[in-house]
């Protein structure tokens, strides 16, 4: 079968008439209603059984008087499917959704601070394991452009179980995949599609966060990309990525960032977050300033142009590199998604693109 059309899924109209807790739904239902890609497991650890699975659908932004299960940070309603497996003496908790109000930092968010290890899946996407911010035993995978995240709610799971277990996820739809990727980013966003409060958060190992809370991302409709690239002198295709998203951020004080977003489509999910600005325009600080979670730095000369190169695994990075470029007066930031096939030297490689 040839996959020709995006995905498309259902909403609820209006804030008010979301149900007052996530529903309980199969997979396989709920998969109408996310605007990613749900992973239904077929793998799970000896003894254990899927004991509960909730969606929040999505609606406008909005409260409903009353409702359980919702975000207290943001009025904003975007799709999230939480499970819950277990056995004798214990259990854990696995969230999917699309983390999609900012490029997801270091590709698992909810380790942060914590060092954290890969494990490459048999798909080619990379399962991270730490602490999450509860202070439990966790992993996070980004598949197909969905987040999943898993804390250890009780007892104690081996390595090789939650890599079994995440080995053994299916998608919920039968071309799912492929219409999942096939559909760009700023059409799948929550945050892109609504005038809904920013969330700061860290985006790559190095500093880069927008403060403000008021909506400030103006993305560019499909049939104006190559346009706006040409006029902010990008690149369309950087290493055999192609550019398919687009956005202009403005601060509350005049900053601007200009942010681009990449897919390859032999690399599953694997995705590139360019981010241009004015020297000194924007809210990217120069000199780079490390955030705090566990990596690697580097200065590195590419194209006779001085990078700031940081990362977690030397192979499968993340990378995060900036840099200066003080003729054109522009400074720049470009991240990675992490996957078998976005090494170090694929990464270079559409750095060095950019950077000519």
């Not at 497996?85 to 109000?101: A, C, M, S």
């Not at 277990?165 to 071309?175: A, I, R, T």
């Not at 103006?218 to 346009?227: A, F, H």
């Amino acid at each position: 079968m040839t996959v020709t059309e995006g995905w498309s899924w259902r909403i609820v109209a209006d804030a008010g008439e979301l149900s007052s807790a996530p529903e309980e739904l199969p997979a396989e239902e709920a998969q109408e209603w996310c605007n990613f890609v749900l992973w239904r497991p077929t793998l799970l650890p000896e003894g254990c059984s899927l004991l509960t699975s909730t969606l929040r659908k999505e609606a406008p932004p909005g409260h409903r008087e009353g409702a359980t299960g919702r975000s207290p940070w943001s009025d904003a309603n975007n799709a999230v499917y939480r499970s819950e497996i277990g056995g004798p003496g214990r259990r854990l908790r696995i969230k999917q959704f699309l983390y999609d109000w900012a490029f997801p930092a270091a590709d698992h968010p909810c380790l942060w601070g914590s060092a954290t290890r890969p494990e490459v899946l048999s798909g080619g996407q990379v399962l991270w394991f730490g602490t999450d911010y509860l202070g439990n035993a966790a992993t996070s995978a980004r598949m197909s452009r969905t987040t999943v995240e898993l804390s250890v709610l009780e007892g104690e799971f081996s390595d090789a179980e939650l890599v079994a277990l995440h080995n053994g996820f299916v998608p919920s739809g039968d071309d799912v995949v492929e219409r999942v990727l096939r559909t760009p980013f700023h059409e799948l966003s929550y945050w892109a599609r609504y005038p809904v409060s920013m969330v700061s958060v860290p985006t790559g190992l190095y500093s880069f966060k927008r403060h403000d809370r008021v909506h400030t991302g103006t993305w560019v409709p499909r049939g104006e990309l190559d346009g706006f690239l040409a006029a902010h002198d990008a690149p369309s295709a950087p290493g055999g990525f192609v550019a398919e998203s687009a956005a202009t951020f403005t601060g509350s004080s005049g900053e601007q960032e200009t942010e681009i977003v990449y897919v390859r489509a032999d690399i599953d999910g694997g995705e590139l977050r360019l981010v241009l600005q004015r020297t000194g325009k924007g809210r990217i600080p120069f000199p780079p300033e490390r955030e705090d979670h566990p990596a690697v730095t580097e200065e590195i000369g590419l194209d006779g142009q001085l990078v700031h190169l940081a990362y977690i695994d030397p192979v499968l990075g993340p990378f995060d590199a900036q840099w200066s470029d003080a003729t054109r007066g522009v400074e720049g930031k470009l991240m990675s998604s992490t996957h078998e096939g976005l090494t170090r030297e694929v990464f270079l490689s559409a750095l060095s693109t950019v950077i000519a």
